[in-house]
């Protein structure tokens, strides 16, 4: 967390959908860390506020557990917030899973639930700069992994719209040519085209569009197999526009298919943030989640190529909190949501609970 009048301990819990986290914080960061499996199967909805109740009580100590002020959780959208409850999340078993209410329960203080990308934008605002005086009005997170989520911070606060959901920049659209699919069922939106399942869709249908044989679209089903054929390509010095043998695959068809693919891929990317960038007009745009962590020099490299010009371009870089963005921002919403404690680093604990 980041330095200044936040000294109170807090504890934070990133519920992923693979993987369970949580840590101590207190006013220089990182006290304490553990994590394990978010459970699959097994019992009812209960059984993933047991889970995080489990491993904060076997994790830190009853003294720890004690003196922290409050605990603050990142989960998958979507949520009531109000309620502290998950609401048909995509990739959990049931269609109503409580958080807030056993933990507050289960450890008799106050329990603040959000988003992960909020909580995910939250953590790199807390964590930009030196100290409060880094602070960054103008923000935005954009995750890049199974799907594409995104938070918001304009103006020195979290924008959450009419319904929670104003960051869901994964559905915006961006194209009307390859009509790939998006997990929403709408066609066009840039988690269909962009997202880890998404990347493999839009290239099959690249390569349908351009004729290209169905060997080259079927022998690589993963993004990453795919990124990796990109990287190999251009290692090589192959582009699409070099149409003489260029290769590129175990067939004929004469083309760097995944270079070209690159390209397209690129201006996807690129017509997402532009949209961003005309939306929020944010500083900096942070790019984490396991697709850009990965492969973030391409990405970056290929938004960079096609951005619409007439914008100023915002600063477009990777997280360097390692994946647990939204692990500081549950901190730092307990730290915003206990008061005295805001964005621009002023103590003003009036007002401080309405900011977000
Ligand atoms: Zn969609």
Not at 6 to 21: E, H, K, P
Not at 237 to 243: L, P, R, W
Not at 261 to 267: D, G, H, Q, R, V
Not at 287 to 302: F, H, K, R, T, Y
Request: with cysteine; aromatic share 8%; glycine share 14%.
């Amino acid at each position: 967390m980041a330095k200044g009048n936040c000294s109170d301990s807090v504890i934070a819990v990133d519920m992923g959908g693979s993987n369970l986290r949580i840590a101590l914080f207190d006013g220089d960061g990182i006290v304490r860390y553990a994590k394990t499996v978010t459970p699959r199967e097994g019992g009812g909805p209960e059984i993933y506020a047991d889970a995080i109740i489990d491993l904060i009580r076997s994790s830190l100590s009853a003294e720890e557990i004690a003196s922290a002020k409050a605990v603050g959780v990142s989960v998958p959208g979507p949520l009531d917030m109000e309620k502290g409850e998950l609401i048909h999340s995509p990739n959990l078993l049931f269609p109503v899973i409580p958080i807030k209410a056993p933990l507050e329960e289960a450890f008799k203080k106050p329990v603040f639930v959000m988003n992960d990308t909020n909580c995910g934008v939250l953590g790199e605002v807390g964590q930009d700069g030196e100290g409060c005086e880094g602070f960054r009005n103008n923000v935005v997170y954009i995750s890049m992994s199974t799907g594409i989520g995104g938070g918001i911070f304009a103006d020195g606060h979290l924008l959450l719209g009419n319904t929670g959901n104003a960051g869901e920049v994964g559905h915006l659209y961006v194209d009307g040519t390859y009509s790939v699919r998006c997990s929403c069922g709408h066609t066009g939106h840039w988690e269909g085209y962009a997202s880890g399942r998404g990347i493999p869709h839009f290239f099959r249908a690249y390569c349908r569009k351009n004729h290209i044989p169905v060997k080259c679209s079927a022998i690589l089903p993963t993004a990453e197999d795919i990124f990796a054929g990109i990287r190999e390509e251009l290692s090589r010095g192959v582009n699409n526009e070099d149409d003489e043998g260029a290769g590129g695959c175990d067939c004929d068809c004469d083309r760097g298919v995944f270079s070209g693919f690159y390209e397209e891929l690129s201006k996807i990317n690129a017509r997402a943030i532009s949209s961003i960038t005309a939306a929020y007009s944010p500083a900096v745009i942070i790019l984490d989640g396991s697709v850009a962590a990965n492969n973030g020099e391409l990405i970056i490299a290929g938004i960079l190529k096609y951005l619409d010009k007439y914008l100023p371009a915002p600063e477009i870089r990777l997280s360097r909190l390692e994946g647990k963005a939204p692990l500081y921002g549950a901190a730092y919403c307990c730290a915003l949501s206990l008061g005295g404690y805001n964005v621009h680093g002023e103590n003003r604990s009036a007002d401080t609970h309405t900011q977000y």
